[in-house]
């Protein structure tokens, strides 16, 4: 045996290289195992059969109603003020709840309570109510409004309104509401001004519809919009009329050109 054999033979039956020996077979050994159990862990699956559950028309409705976005619960204009803000967020909470379209009769219900009766108003601006007569009040206020409240979204409008000291609020919360569902709508405003003779009485039906048609095709009512009329009487305009086309203002009156006369004939005194 040559000396090269001798020092591979003393290598290899050393006691370090007995011990990597062992090591390499027992990982390998490990390995196989491993091998061999996930192999088996893996299970060919038969396919899942899924069953289609029938929803029922109440959470069918429900489920249809609830917008699928965060943009769908987004106020379509921003509002200013105290009033502004309680505005959007109930108009957010009915989105939400798909109760927009009775949210707005409720509220139109209310507006039209405080018109008919200045007291109320007064009443809610009141600062020395406790918070026993500000929920008292909101009771009245939401029996009022009677089966409209659906989810009971004005019911915890009103409550909010009375726990903060906000009912003075609410006249305030109801006009911008009612923009709020116009801009929804997409409505454009036309608030007609005319002067009339004792008694006073707005313009007649079809006086109306001939401004109304007018205004829908002019350039001041954009593609899609629709006009939402409202007539008013100011005797203090004399005669004419004063035209109010969203942010726009037609003024015929005539009052408005006695005015532009008066002031020619001043300038040129």
Not at 81 to 107: E, H, I, N, P, R
């Amino acid at each position: 045996m040559s000396s090269e054999q001798s020092l591979n033979r003393a290598a290899t039956t050393s006691p370090l290289h007995r011990h990597r020996i062992l090591l390499y077979n027992t990982s390998m050994m490990l390995s196989c195992r491993l091998v061999r159990q996930v192999s088996g862990a893996i299970v060919p699956r038969s396919p899942i059969v899924r069953r289609t559950v029938p929803a029922s028309p109440a959470i069918r409705l429900y489920a249809q109603a609830v917008p699928s976005n965060r943009q769908s619960v987004k106020p379509p204009i921003p509002l200013f003020g105290l009033d502004g803000t309680y505005a959007s967020a109930l108009y957010t909470a009915a989105a939400k709840t798909s109760t927009l379209d009775s949210v707005a009769k409720s509220l139109a219900s209310l507006s039209n309570l405080l018109k008919k009766d200045p007291k109320l108003n007064t009443i809610l601006h009141a600062p020395t109510l406790n918070p026993s007569d500000r929920v008292a009040i909101a009771g009245e206020l939401l029996r009022h409004i009677g089966a409209t409240d659906k989810q009971d979204t004005v019911k915890g409008f009103l409550q909010t309104l009375a726990e903060n000291n906000r009912l003075g609020l609410l006249e305030g919360v109801c006009t911008k509401f009612e923009d709020l569902m116009s801009a929804w709508h997409q409505e454009v405003e036309l608030t007609v001004t005319s002067a009339s003779k004792i008694p006073i009485k707005p313009l007649d039906n079809k006086t109306l519809s001939r401004l109304e048609s007018a205004v829908t095709k002019s350039e001041y009512v954009g593609q899609g919009k629709k006009l939402k009329v409202t007539n008013k009487v100011n005797p203090d305009i004399l005669g004419g009329l004063l035209v109010e086309i969203g942010d726009r203002t037609i003024d015929l009156s005539v009052s408005s050109k006695m005015l532009k006369l008066n002031k020619l004939l001043t300038d040129s005194l």
